[in-house]
């Protein structure tokens, strides 16, 4: 079940492995009773919350942080009670109330030596250039200011659960830790890792979860619960935040509008609002609805009188093409960590092993902010399909003139090849067998990698044959998206049905010793628990909690 | 910032024990952090973007008499008294909060587009504008027929998204009837379809000509996303529970994989070897179908909402704002934001985090304003203030706090490296006469290097004694010499040469408070012509333009208080307290404070 090591940037501390399968979660329900009707179908908004399963001597938290936005609720609501920024406008000083002043001026000039949305940013995974005590201090006011002002609780005990990215520095983990310990006074804090929760909320046990956040976009292979592989981009929300503000820009200049600099609000109002993604070389859509305006007015620059910016309705369509899908430059300088959303999506596929792979490719999950601009997630299922169909599952792009290529490890190679589809197969018909075999393959791309022959693993063969006997059918061996609810909500289902993870972090253990604290042996928890568990009489409360581990954040 | 010229903010002496300092394995760079390393002493950088959660008006500060520290929201704990609606003033049971939420359950909604309160109206007289309470009270008054809320301000009105109401009472369960019904409606409707392939294109394009329908309301998305989450809800917890029935007695029989729905059997399949096929529970299944939680992308209506971007334009779409006001990323649409229910608030006390000393604590009744308890800190804590001297105070100057009209623009706009005196005030609200010292880096931290001189950095401030001792004394300090000698000066005087503040001396005091002169001599601004005083920083950066306030003139200065006071009965936590004999003890504080001068002229 090894897979390929993932490439990891160089700023975190350890090397993340995640070629091993660990158990992520593990824990034991409450031992309330399993048939409590569930009556509740609507949020605290309509008022009619999950009163139904709540437990009632505790107050059941659910955070989810990213590196811009924090989202926190209830556990057992549909959605968030509220969603916190981290900009500018956040983090005045108490007393200045400059943003409520008429006139207030939005438009931002971009502080010297800040990158493109920086100002909004929590924190980023590069903690070398990063104050922690500013971390601290945003998150502690946005965490004050929800606790005090929109979750309003009593003052009965709280659990939390903080849903995290699932690589996160070291640092970073310790200040979310600390802090939230101190604001909501908590005895214990549980994590769970994203593409779970993900997973979690569209009701899947496997996924292949892409989530396109703020700095990165990550795929993460995720079956039986357990996080098996990952890969990144680079092209990710702030990619597509700066080329549409690039557009903007640009359009501002050419209507005579004056050279402005097109704000980070104002390109995120206009991502947000209007921008599309079209469809695999989907040009005809243009003449498509021909009675629909061609053009959108946008109030922008901001000025007085108002004036407005006329820009062609398929223009709001060239960010996503740029930031998330163009493989535009010379191909073969193409860099790892800048790969185009789908191409990531099918490395990921290529690193996993076959039965994992047809299980995952039919359990695609596209999260994260801007996967709701409408015609993303279809346009990455479409590359990924054309991808597939060209290249099959051969993880070689290009044999070139390698001959040795059978002794290496195509592993290896994943990430380093440049993609060269009409090249390969004659380049690779000079050379002995085993290569003249694998060009064959390539000449019938179309047959799908699940019913690919594979090498037969008698272990695996029985665990599928039981699967089979207990599980509905499922669909496998064929791409396919699956909608999820998002991260907060799969932390809002697991901590409203108890399920406890691997990583809870007892409050007093952590102020003492803070992560240094944790067990260096990443699964003590669930084997501790294993033995614990042997009679319901052989737990005692104390050795329970004797030590906590961080997990896949160790 | 941003405040009206002068200010002055305080410090809170928390930031300095704050919780990253022991665990943060890596250490961050130091110069962003509000204390500069440079001079031997710490200095405090108001421009570093860690001050402004550190720095308070002294209005929001209170102050613990146990350990005599400045408590700000951030060293307090935070207890709710009671709940309730901010528009309708009632308040709401804890228990009701549990139950319901965090928001309003009588009539009170605000607008989904610009959040102001919705009034409710009825579609036979439509000129009449009640607001729901109103209309709950005196229910006779009111017209009947179908009712609507609508808004005041924008002229939203709950029919442009088909929701209208039989009783003008009672909405928020009317609403909930409306949206349930309506979830009921596409639950149904999914449930029959199979949500996959061609069925589930029908089905959307079925749900397109249902909404296209007049009276009916178009509310897919929140009915989606909730009955999914119900779905997916019933799904696992069914299948926990399904779990638990095969194995009753699995707790002893079984490792752990059989305590109930612990997730370590939901994901058995890598779980130990060696054990039979009879004992292996039988993981949970995966959701699959929408009925149970799992919905498959449909490509469709992702095209339908481009279309619908393209024909509805920028007006027809949700803002940022909008859509996270209604904590739904998904929703894109105007038309598909709902009204919500007002946001309950809190009446708060608050402890001191450290000696959970109950700092405030606000009579529980709604309608009052009044603490029982509120330990202020502009009741201990010297109040200081700053004006330029070339601004004449009409008042008396026994109320220095009312100095210079505020915000005067002339007042407040400094030439750059043209020395300015300005008068420092510190008033007393302590019984005790204090000895107060002040201290400031020679150069304001930042780009625009301002020099500062206190002329006057030690000084006694009076105790705030009895008004009257003061009204019948004639002894107050103040010179008479001085003060004809700053109506000569007049009020076009820009330099003061004619009065010499003198160095070490006294300005003018009064009865609990004392004056003395700051010299300052602001920075140029970069982009001037001529004497440019960059902060090495800012040249690296090729001395671009400024930052946003960068041009505004802050002086930081650490006041340090010493006085003798009768020792408290049962003062424990004095750590800054030292127990003279004769009762009388004395006491040192010290703290950081920013003064806001005025924006230097470009
Ligand atoms: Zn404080
Ligand atoms: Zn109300
Ligand atoms: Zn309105
Ligand atoms: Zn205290």
Same mark, same amino acid.
């Given at each position: 079940m090894a897979t390929a090591a993932s490439s990891t940037p160089d700023y975190f501390t350890r090397k993340v492995s995640t070629g091993r399968i660990r158990p992520t979660l593990s824990g034991i329900q409450n031992a309330s009773s399993p048939h409590t009707p569930f009556n509740r179908s609507l949020s605290s908004f309509y008022n009619s919350p999950s009163s139904g399963f709540r437990n009632d001597d505790e107050n059941n938290v659910v955070i989810e942080l990213g590196s811009r936005f924090m989202r926190i609720g209830m556990a057992g609501e549909a959605l968030p009670r509220c969603i916190m920024s981290f900009g500018p406008d956040d983090h005045h000083r108490v007393g200045d109330y400059r943003q409520w002043m008429p006139g207030y001026n939005t438009r931002r000039k971009r502080k010297r030596g800040e990158e493109w949305g920086q100002d909004h940013e929590l924190w980023r995974n590069d903690v070398r250039e990063l104050d922690l005590g500013l971390v601290e201090d945003k998150l502690e006011r946005?965490?004050?200011?929800?606790?005090?002002?929109?979750?309003?609780?009593?003052?009965?005990?709280?659990?939390?659960?903080?849903?995290?990215?699932?690589?996160?520095?070291?640092?970073?983990?310790?200040?979310? &830790?600390?802090?939230?310990?101190?604001?909501?006074?908590?005895?214990?804090?549980?994590?769970?890792?994203?593409?779970?929760?993900?997973?979690?909320?569209?009701? &899947?046990?496997?996924?292949?979860?892409?989530?396109?956040?703020?700095?990165?976009?990550?795929?993460?292979?995720?079956?039986?619960?357990?996080?098996?592989?990952?890969?990144?981009?680079?092209?990710?929300?702030?990619?597509?935040?700066?080329?549409?503000?690039?557009?903007l820009d640009e359009e501002c200049t050419a209507q005579a509008k004056g050279p402005i600099e097109v704000s980070f609000e104002e390109a995120e109002e206009v991502l947000t609002r209007l921008a599309w993604c079209k469809g695999n070389g989907d040009d005809r859509r243009e003449d498509e609805?021909?009675?629909?305006?061609?053009?959108?007015?946008?109030?922008?620059?901001?000025?007085?009188?108002?004036?407005?910016?006329?820009?062609?309705?398929?223009?709001?369509?060239?960010?996503?093409?740029?930031?998330?899908?163009?493989?535009?430059?010379?191909?073969?300088?193409?860099?790892?960590?800048?790969?185009?959303?789908?191409?990531?999506?099918?490395?990921?596929?290529?690193? &996993?092993?076959?039965?994992?792979?047809?299980?995952?490719?039919?359990?695609?999950?596209?999260?994260?902010?801007?996967?709701?601009?409408?015609?993303?997630?279809?346009?990455?299922?479409?590359? &990924?399909?054309?991808?597939?169909?060209?290249?099959?599952?051969?993880?070689?792009?290009?044999?070139?003139?390698?001959?040795?290529?059978?002794?290496?490890?195509?592993?290896?190679?994943?990430?380093?090849?440049?993609?060269?589809?009409?090249?390969?197969?004659?380049?690779?018909?000079?050379?002995?067998?085993?290569?003249?075999?694998?060009?064959?393959?390539?000449?019938?791309?179309?047959?799908?990698?699940?019913?690919?022959?594979?090498?037969?693993?008698?272990?695996?063969?029985?665990?599928?044959?039981?699967a089979a006997k207990q599980a509905p059918p499922t669909v496998e061996g064929r791409i396919r998206a699956v909608e999820t609810l998002g991260a907060w909500a799969g932390g809002s289902l697991m901590a409203a049905l108890r399920i406890k993870g691997v990583v809870e972090v007892e409050r007093e253990s952590f102020?003492?010793?803070?992560?240094?604290?944790?067990?260096k042996e990443k699964e003590v928890s669930s084997k501790a628990a294993q033995r614990q568990s042997l009679g319901p009489g052989a737990r005692s409360a104390g050795a329970e909690r004797a030590s906590w581990t961080l997990g896949i954040w160790a | 910032m941003a405040q009206v010229f002068p200010y002055t903010y305080y410090s809170c002496p928390c930031v300095e024990s704050s919780s990253t300092k022991p665990n943060a394995v890596q250490s961050a760079p130091q110069e962003a952090a509000p204390f500069l390393e440079d001079e031997e002493e710490n200095t405090f950088d108001p421009r570093s973007p860690r001050a402004n959660f550190s720095l308070y008006p002294i209005e929001h500060l209170l102050y613990c008499t146990d350990c005599h520290q400045i408590r700000c929201p951030r060293c307090m704990v935070e207890e709710v008294v009671c709940w309730y609606c901010?528009?309708?003033?009632?308040?709401?049971?804890?228990?009701?909060?549990?139950?319901?939420?965090?928001?309003?359950?009588?009539?009170?909604?605000?607008?989904?587009?610009?959040?102001?309160?919705?009034?409710?109206?009825?579609?036979?007289?439509?000129?009449?504008?009640?607001?729901?309470?109103?209309?709950?009270?005196?229910?006779?008054?009111?017209?009947?027929?179908?009712?609507?809320?609508?808004?005041?301000?924008?002229?939203?009105?709950?029919?442009?998204?088909?929701?209208?109401?039989?009783?003008?009472?009672?909405?928020?369960?009317?609403?909930?009837?409306?949206?349930?019904?309506?979830?009921?409606?596409?639950?149904?409707?999914?449930?029959?379809?199979?949500?996959?392939?061609?069925?589930?294109?029908?089905?959307?394009?079925?749900r397109a000509s249902?909404?296209?329908?007049?009276?009916?309301?178009?509310?897919?998305?929140?009915?989606?996303?909730?009955?999914?989450?119900?779905?997916?809800?019933?799904?696992?917890?069914?299948?926990?529970?399904?779990?638990?029935?095969?194995?009753?007695?699995?707790?002893?029989?079984?490792?752990?994989?059989?305590?109930?729905?612990?997730?370590?059997?939901?994901?058995?399949?890598?779980?130990?070897?060696?054990?039979?096929?009879?004992?292996?529970?039988k993981p949970i299944r995966e959701a699959a179908e929408f009925s149970e939680g799992q919905k498959v992308s449909n490509p469709l209506s992702e095209k339908e909402n481009i279309d619908r971007i393209r024909s509805v334009g920028w007006e027809g779409?949700?803002?940022?704002?909008?859509?996270?006001?209604?904590?739904?990323?998904?929703?894109?649409?105007?038309?598909?934001?709902?009204?919500?229910?007002?946001?309950?608030?809190?009446?708060?006390?608050?402890?001191?985090?450290?000696?959970?000393?109950?700092?405030?604590?606000?009579?529980?009744?709604?309608?009052?304003?009044?603490?029982?308890?509120?330990?202020?800190?502009?009741?201990?804590?010297?109040?200081?203030?700053m004006r330029s001297l070339n601004a004449q105070p009409a008042q008396h100057p026994s109320f220095p706090m009312q100095a210079t009209a505020p915000g005067s623009d002339e007042a407040s706009t400094l030439k750059p490296l043209v020395p300015t005196h300005f008068l420092l005030t510190i008033t007393n609200p302590l019984f005790d006469s204090i000895k107060v010292t002040l201290a400031t880096p020679s150069t304001t931290p930042g780009c625009v290097k301002s020099k500062v001189t206190i002329l006057c950095p030690q000084f006694d401030v009076g105790a705030n004694t009895d008004v009257w001792d003061e009204a019948l004394s004639s002894a107050t300090d103040r010179s008479s010499k001085r003060q004809s000698q700053m109506l000569s000066a007049g009020p076009d005087g820009g330099s003061l040469t004619g009065i010499q503040a003198e160095a070490g001396k006294v300005w003018e005091r009064g009865r609990n408070w004392t004056s003395i002169v700051v010299e300052v001599a602001p920075g140029s601004l970069p982009d001037s012509i001529g004497h440019v005083t960059l902060g090495d920083d800012a040249q690296g950066d090729g001395g671009a333009a400024l930052d946003e306030d960068e041009d505004v003139l802050e002086i930081p200065i650490f006041v340090r208080l010493e006085y003798e006071t009768e020792a408290g009965g049962d003062d424990g936590g004095a750590a800054h307290a030292r127990k003279e004999d004769a009762g009388k003890e004395k006491r040192e504080e010290a703290f950081w404070a920013v003064l806001g001068v005025g924006r230097i002229a470009g």
């Open positions: 946005a965490a004050r200011k929800a606790d005090g002002e929109v979750l309003m609780l009593d003052d009965r005990k709280k659990r939390l659960t903080v849903i995290l990215a699932s690589v996160i520095a070291r640092p970073l983990l310790s200040v979310t &830790l600390s802090t939230l310990f101190n604001i909501f006074q908590a005895p214990s804090i549980t994590i769970l890792p994203s593409p779970i929760a993900c997973a979690a909320s569209s009701g &899947l046990r496997s996924a292949l979860v892409l989530d396109i956040g703020w700095a990165e976009s990550t795929a993460t292979a995720i079956y039986e619960y357990r996080e098996i592989c990952q890969r990144r981009s680079v092209r990710a929300a702030r990619t597509i935040s700066e080329a549409m503000a690039e557009l609805s021909q009675d629909a305006p061609q053009t959108i007015l946008l109030p922008l620059p901001p000025s007085e009188p108002s004036t407005t910016l006329e820009i062609n309705f398929s223009r709001f369509s060239e960010p996503a093409e740029t930031a998330f899908f163009g493989e535009n430059g010379d191909i073969s300088s193409y860099d790892a960590h800048d790969l185009s959303l789908s191409r990531l999506l099918y490395n990921a596929l290529l690193a &996993l092993p076959v039965d994992v792979r047809k299980v995952c490719m039919a359990r695609i999950v596209i999260t994260g902010g801007v996967s709701n601009i409408p015609g993303i997630k279809a346009r990455v299922i479409e590359e &990924l399909k054309l991808l597939v169909k060209c290249r099959g599952w051969d993880p070689i792009r290009n044999y070139g003139k390698a001959t040795k290529r059978a002794n290496s490890n195509p592993r290896e190679r994943n990430d380093n090849t440049a993609v060269r589809l009409e090249s390969n197969v004659t380049e690779s018909s000079d050379t002995d067998d085993g290569t003249a075999e694998e060009s064959n393959e390539l000449h019938q791309p179309a047959v799908a990698a699940a019913f690919v022959p594979q090498e037969q693993d008698p272990i695996l063969e029985r665990l599928a044959e039981r102020l003492q010793h803070g992560l240094a604290g944790a067990s | 901010p528009n309708c003033l009632f308040e709401v049971p804890s228990s009701t909060v549990r139950s319901d939420g965090n928001r309003c359950t009588r009539n009170c909604y605000n607008c989904p587009i610009c959040t102001s309160i919705l009034s409710i109206s009825s579609l036979e007289k439509p000129t009449e504008g009640l607001t729901p309470n109103d209309a709950a009270s005196d229910a006779a008054k009111a017209p009947g027929g179908p009712y609507f809320l609508s808004c005041p301000f924008c002229q939203w009105s709950s029919l442009e998204i088909g929701i209208q109401f039989e009783k003008h009472f009672n909405l928020t369960s009317q609403l909930q009837k409306i949206i349930r019904g309506d979830t009921h409606r596409l639950g149904s409707v999914t449930d029959l379809a199979s949500p996959r392939g061609e069925e589930m294109e029908g089905e959307i394009q079925g249902v909404a296209s329908v007049e009276d009916t309301a178009p509310l897919p998305i929140q009915g989606d996303t909730e009955t999914l989450f119900t779905n997916l809800y019933n799904f696992y917890r069914a299948q926990l529970s399904e779990l638990s029935d095969a194995n009753p007695y699995s707790l002893s029989s079984d490792y752990s994989f059989a305590s109930p729905s612990s997730i370590t059997r939901l994901m058995n399949l890598y779980g130990s070897g060696g054990r039979t096929k009879k004992d292996r529970p779409t949700a803002s940022v704002e909008q859509r996270l006001q209604q904590c739904r990323e998904d929703v894109g649409f105007v038309d598909e934001l709902r009204p919500l229910a007002t946001l309950l608030r809190t009446k708060k006390s608050k402890r001191c985090k450290i000696c959970r000393q109950i700092l405030s604590r606000p009579e529980s009744k709604v309608s009052t304003n009044r603490y029982k308890i509120k330990l202020l800190a502009l009741n201990n804590i010297p109040k200081i203030t």
